[in-house]
């Protein structure tokens, strides 16, 4: 659920080697998060690269060191409790797939329709702290929520995220670049495919980025220009400070077009998270539910608080740095470095000495990792829930790809609809595309629920789909001035109410055949 690409596995138990080579590994992870909102925040929601350093990245460096801190005394109190010191905290940092939901999906849209990227900012504020919000509740909930959704039906959301705006999202400006992007990309590839050690036990994720930095300055100094032209460097000091009036303003803005994507992201994370708990004690390391989960969504308040929009969460493969060596140590020394960084302004040095394109890499392989695990950590029955839940993401990339290139020729969707004819059914991909996170989780979590002759819970699923399409949450749509946007309110898409109603009817019949599952397959 949660990102983070997972590490080699080999054994060791814990000590300053392993806590090296974590610290690393989760370095270089977090890093590449940050470098991703300094790059992509002044190109799609209109912020200025000076803003981002000064204000959203301070934000995020307190939570990420609070998280790190939190989750490394966790587990010192594990490692006095149970009189050993093999134990590995959790590792924690921002969450690549709410960076990229939030800057695309939340923030992007709201600087198209107002022009105005301190709104946007503010919006993504309010995004943060009601995901911090869920995260919270999920302290207490979040095993009654993890009950009744089946995994497919979550990790296909979460996948179709993962494939089209993280791994396909990039993949263009990859090939785009090959010296510089493409062997750093195979790297990585091939690295963690393999599980193989590189020399020296060097993190692979810090080998790719320094080989391409090598070959774009090799380049650079060769006459062939390789590194495009970034901010210019903003160093100095830049304390976090409270935006509380900020986010009062962004909650007087219309949020509601934006829970589709929010509930479901907050929803991710707790999830997410308590089965990265599970990973951690099948790995032997038992930490405490609600603890953990309380300091994930108190760590993404204290973010949006300080001015980052960006969640924060516990990531996947504990098991890996585990299986490192790496115990409490990396962690506390990954919160400080990522500190001492964002308050400096080093992000926008760093893009000085090492381009974008040789870092995308990793974010190529976490995007398939995720959709990977989608199938791997879903029950194999579920395969075909997992496949139909991509869809809705597919056609929300696809309308990106659309308006996108419209805006390029000086058009927008709005003004050709109706000159697509019967060529492409774009009114099929709008409406498909809109809440696909929502939409997503609904049909996958009907199919699963069929596969296992549960029709009770399918038509509970499809009653849902009816629900969220009457209030837009889902499939609703209407054409503006800046393009397509949601269409929120009472009765907003009822033909798609109606057709899960029907469906709803349909499961309903099908349950009174079989009133007790008796044909589920365990």
């Keep these: 659920m949660a990102e983070g690409p997972n590490p080699p596995h080999t054994a060791g138990p814990a000590g300053l080697r392993g806590d090296i080579d974590g610290f690393f590994g989760l370095f270089v992870d977090n890093l590449l998060q940050l470098l991703v909102i300094a790059v992509l925040c002044p190109i799609v929601t209109g912020l200025s690269s000076a803003f981002v350093v000064s204000t959203i990245l301070p934000g995020a460096a307190v939570s990420i060191l609070v998280g790190n801190l939190w989750y490394a005394r966790m587990a010192r109190r594990l490692a006095d409790t149970e009189g050993r010191e093999d134990v590995t905290a959790l590792p924690y940092g921002i969450n690549t797939p709410s960076v990229f939901a939030f800057i695309f999906l939340v923030m992007g849209p709201v600087f198209s329709a107002s022009g105005d990227p301190v709104l946007a900012w503010q919006v993504g504020l309010v995004a943060c702290a009601l995901s911090g919000l869920i995260e919270l509740a999920g302290a207490w909930c979040g095993d009654w929520l993890r009950r009744n959704t089946p995994r497919a039906a979550l990790l296909s959301a979460l996948a179709g995220i993962a494939i089209t705006f993280i791994s396909m999202g990039f993949v263009f400006q990859l090939f785009a670049s090959p010296l510089v992007a493409v062997v750093p990309m195979m790297i990585i590839v091939v690295t963690?495919?393999?599980?193989?050690?590189?020399?020296?036990?060097?993190?692979?994720?810090?080998?790719?980025?320094?080989?391409?930095?090598?070959?774009?300055?090799?380049?650079d100094l060769s006459g062939i220009r390789a590194f495009p032209d970034p901010a210019p460097v903003t160093a100095g000091l830049y304390l976090p400070l409270p935006v509380v009036g900020d986010i009062w303003s962004g909650l007087g803005a219309t949020i509601v077009p934006y829970l589709s994507v929010i509930v479901p992201m907050g929803l991710f994370n707790v999830i997410g998270s308590l089965q990265n708990l599970d990973s951690a004690e099948a790995a032997g390391d038992r930490f405490e539910t609600r603890p953990a989960l309380l300091a994930?969504?108190?760590?993404?308040?204290?973010?949006?608080?300080?001015?980052?929009?960006?969640?924060?969460?516990?990531?996947?493969?504990?098991?890996?740095?585990?299986?490192?060596?790496?115990?409490?140590?990396?962690?506390?020394?990954?919160?400080?470095?990522?500190?001492?960084?964002?308050?400096?302004?080093?992000?926008?040095?760093?893009?000085?000495?090492?381009?974008?394109?040789?870092?995308?890499?990793?974010?190529?392989?976490?995007?398939?990792?995720?959709?990977?695990?989608?199938?791997?950590?879903?029950?194999?029955?579920?395969?075909?829930?997992?496949?139909?839940?991509?869809?809705?993401?597919?056609?929300?990339?696809?309308?990106?790809?659309?308006?996108?290139?419209?805006?390029?020729?000086?058009?927008?969707?709005?003004?050709?609809?109706?000159?697509?004819?019967?060529?492409?059914?774009?009114?099929?991909?709008?409406?498909?595309?809109?809440?696909?996170?929502?939409?997503?989780?609904?049909?996958a979590a009907i199919t699963a629920h069929s596969i296992d002759r549960r029709f009770r819970s399918a038509a509970g699923w499809a009653v849902a789909g009816a629900v969220l399409s009457l209030v837009g949450l889902i499939h609703a749509w209407q054409p503006t001035l800046y393009g397509i946007a949601n269409l929120f309110g009472v009765w907003a898409a009822p033909e798609f109410a109606a057709a899960y109603g029907l469906t709803a009817v349909f499961l309903m019949v099908l349950a009174l055949r079989e009133p007790d599952g008796s044909g589920a397959v365990d």
């Design 192 to 219: 963690y495919a393999s599980g193989v050690r590189l020399p020296l036990g060097a993190p692979a994720g810090l080998a790719a980025i320094l080989a391409g930095a090598a070959i774009a300055w090799v380049l």
């Design 296 to 443: 994930n969504g108190a760590g993404t308040l204290l973010a949006a608080g300080l001015g980052s929009p960006f969640p924060t969460t516990i990531y996947i493969g504990h098991p890996g740095w585990k299986a490192m060596g790496a115990g409490r140590r990396y962690s506390t020394w990954n919160g400080i470095a990522v500190f001492l960084l964002c308050l400096t302004g080093g992000i926008s040095a760093v893009l000085h000495v090492i381009p974008m394109e040789a870092m995308l890499g990793i974010l190529l392989w976490i995007g398939v990792v995720m959709t990977a695990q989608a199938f791997g950590q879903s029950p194999v029955r579920h395969g075909i829930a997992v496949a139909i839940g991509l869809i809705p993401a597919l056609a929300g990339w696809a309308l990106l790809l659309i308006e996108t290139t419209l805006r390029a020729a000086g058009s927008n969707l709005a003004v050709v609809l109706d000159s697509f004819g019967g060529d492409l059914h774009i009114r099929g991909v709008i409406a498909l595309s809109q809440g696909f996170l929502l939409s997503s989780l609904v049909i």
